[in-house]
């Protein structure tokens, strides 16, 4: 399983790979500091795509809504599961965006939070093979 983290923040990043680490060893996780960097590495020729991607809402240059519609205007990634990550989600654009097919969940403020919610969706979403 491929997994592409979106997060500017390096201590929410080192957190969510020891979590993924914790969960399975075996998950390939990858990871960008904004969308930008994002939609670059999924634009890659060179790294089987994620099979879920878990994008921060708040970034520098490319925010995560930004970086979300560019995703969803991939055919190859039109059906890969985002969620979106907020510590403060605003409810307008939560609803502007809905037709872009992403759940949105606050951001864990704990490991054990963290570990819960990488749980719930990383061992809900395992498949093997190729995508």
Do not use: W
């Amino acid at each position: 399983m491929v997994v592409l983290y979106v997060d500017d923040d390096p201590e929410d990043q080192e957190i969510f790979a020891e979590v993924i680490r914790q969960i399975d060893s075996s998950i390939i996780l990858l990871s960008a500091k904004d969308g930008d960097e994002a939609l670059s590495i999924l634009r890659s020729d060179f790294i089987d795509l994620p099979h879920i991607i878990f994008l921060d809402i708040n970034m520098p240059r490319m925010d995560g809504y930004t970086c979300l519609a560019g995703i969803r205007e991939d055919l190859k990634l039109k059906d890969t599961i985002v969620i979106l990550y907020s510590t403060s989600p605003n409810p307008s654009l939560l609803e502007k965006h809905k037709h872009l097919n992403a759940e949105v969940v606050s951001k864990p403020t704990s490991y054990g939070d963290a570990l819960a919610t990488m749980k719930r969706y990383i061992i809900g979403n395992q498949v093997t093979g190729e995508q």
